[in-house]
């Protein structure tokens, strides 16, 4: 057990439409990435938020966004969702203190139709 | 752009075989992991390695700062270590996030 939990479990929209997933760590987990993870391939870094405040992104549009809270909890939105979006979102959450380790969520199953 | 490439990208053994799977990367990084990931998406962390060697139980790590590469060995393979094996790198700097390879799927037959 990571300790990290990602909510849904699955998704399906449509098109055009906007989705939020959520992920929530154990209390002292700082910091929170996500990543896009496509069929076959490794994940991908979309961004990280340290402190509620973006600090790091990756090769993604704007349309991705996200959201820290001081519970330790955490959103991704993705808007005007493309069918190139349907992947698994992965979540991972830093420990203060810990330095480098990684806890992962379960994922967000996302299909886009 | 940091690239991670893994070999093989899949791999089918017996029970007990000695298993190596090998990560090379092209930038400068302040950490190395390796993970396992499980069908269905889960992702457990195996180990974080900046210098050296790691072991946990049959799982061994290595690293070579130098030349870039990283090997995952296991040894007296199970059926249950079944997985796809990934390596991921965190570039020096920190807060770009972790770039990861395609991953090693390997299959452990009784």
């Known amino acids: 057990e990571t300790g990290v939990t990602q909510s849904p479990t699955h998704l399906i929209k449509t098109r055009g439409q906007q989705v939020t997933l959520r992920c929530s760590s154990q209390?002292?987990?700082?910091?929170v990435s996500w990543y896009q993870q496509a069929l076959g391939q490794g994940p991908q870094f979309i961004f990280q938020?340290?402190?509620?405040?973006?600090?790091g992104r990756g090769n993604f549009p704007p349309r991705f966004s996200g959201l820290q809270f001081p519970n330790y909890s955490s959103e991704l939105n993705v808007n005007a969702l493309e069918l190139d979006d349907s992947a698994l979102y992965l979540c991972?959450?830093?420990?203060?203190?810990?330095?480098?380790?990684?806890?992962f969520g379960p994922g967000t199953r996302l299909t886009v139709l | 752009k940091n690239e991670v490439e893994q070999s093989p990208q899949n791999l089918t053994a017996q029970e007990g075989e000695f298993i190596t799977i090998n990560c090379s990367y092209s930038?400068?990084?302040?950490?190395l992991h390796w993970l396992q990931q499980h069908p269905g998406g889960g992702i457990v962390s195996l180990f974080m390695?900046?210098?050296g060697k790691k072991k946990h139980g049959r799982l061994i790590a290595t690293i070579n700062i130098q030349e870039k590469h990283s090997s995952l060995h296991i040894t007296a393979s199970h059926p249950r270590d079944s997985a796809v094996y990934i390596c991921?790198?965190?570039?020096?700097?920190?807060?770009?996030?972790?770039?990861f390879g395609k991953g090693t799927h390997l299959i452990i037959q009784p």
């Open positions: 991972a959450s830093q420990m203060v203190g810990v330095p480098d380790t990684q806890y």
């Open positions: 209390s002292g987990h700082n910091t």
């Open positions: 938020y340290y402190r509620e405040e973006e600090n």
């Open positions: 930038v400068g990084i302040s950490a």
């Open positions: 390695l900046s210098s």
């Open positions: 991921a790198v965190r570039p020096g700097g920190g807060a770009d996030g972790l770039t």
